[in-house]
């Protein structure tokens, strides 16, 4: 794939035999490409080891202009075509980390099987080496008489992009970890067995040695699922408590998982497992909010009030997310609903008189649009007042 790094050994030749590049092994990146646009096309088809031979129309080759002869390599006529002796000799694997893909992680050494670490995990066993782009060594832990290192995903154990990558990773896989500021150690200086300067880009050679998977709800009986999503939702509570609404909303999700499928539970695991989904649900759409993701959290006050149609806080909260998506007809059907429940709640009252605010703005400026479009329409033009 394009982030992958590329090991070749070719030789390129004019249709005549004349050899205009040659190399016992070069290292490239796909994306970047090497020599001419052939090279980067054919690895992409290729397996370890393989040898083929290309033929390179021009356009895949030096194109129209040519090149001329540089070092070793001879010049390329214009419109010439090629004859490349390709191999595959190996390729590491370049994995773009995230949704704004920052951070990369570079296999060193394959890991075994398909499993990796989910979010949770105890990763057992961890050697860790963490370096400067100058090659200043500012980490290193596990390796040597050093006991193991050991710490659980997505517990703020180690910097945001060092727990991503190992997400990312296979049992017995080496890695090379390039993380940027934003995912490291921000803008501040961090004082490690070196000093991390403020916006470092940081670099981590990184080997999971084993790992024990957090359990899955198919891991865990009745009693156990309902257990497990009560310390989730608690662990989302604390993290709410903290200002970490996106981890907080993963936890809720986490634990809404585990009660997804009731069907085999008891008519009390049922009650238990129903009033979960709804607080989960509910706080969850709560972090949505805070996260500025409407559209979700207006879909978990749905499911939400499918359980409980009588529900306040998912109907106030669905309110809120209505009209932040400037839907407010239905927002204010919302609100009502809410005020026939609970003529009391504060909060439903303050963001009521907000709502109608809102709504009176908006048809005022309607009115004035439809008034000035109107008065156009009716106006003489130039030629009809002269006359």
Known sequence: ????EVFVKYEARLEDGTVVSKSEG???TVKDGHLCPALAKAV???KKGEKVLLTVKPQYGFGEMGRPAAGEGGAV???AGLVIDLELVSWKTVTEIGDDKKILKKVLKEGEGYERPNEGAVVTAVKITGKLQDGTVFLKKGHDEQEPFEFKTD???????LDRAVLNMKKGEVAL????P???YGSTESKQDAVVPPNSTVIYEVELVSFVKDKESWDLNNSEKIEAAGTKKEEGNALFKSGKYARASKRYEKAAKFIDYDTSFSEDEKKQSKQLKITCNLNNAACKLKLKDYKQAEKLCTKVLELD???VKALYRRAQAYTQLADLELAEVDIKKALEIDPENRDVKLTYKTLKEKIKEINKKDAKFYSNMFSKMTKPSAEESKA
């Open 182 to 184: 934003e995912y490291a």
């Open 1 to 4: 794939k394009d982030p992958d």
């Open 44 to 46: 992409k088809t290729m």
């Open 26 to 28: 070069v290292e490239f």
């Open 77 to 79: 006529p214009p419109n």
């Open 309 to 311: 149609s009588q529900n």
């Open 177 to 180: 970890v390039t993380i940027p």
């Open 155 to 161: 517990e703020e154990a180690v910097i945001e992009g």
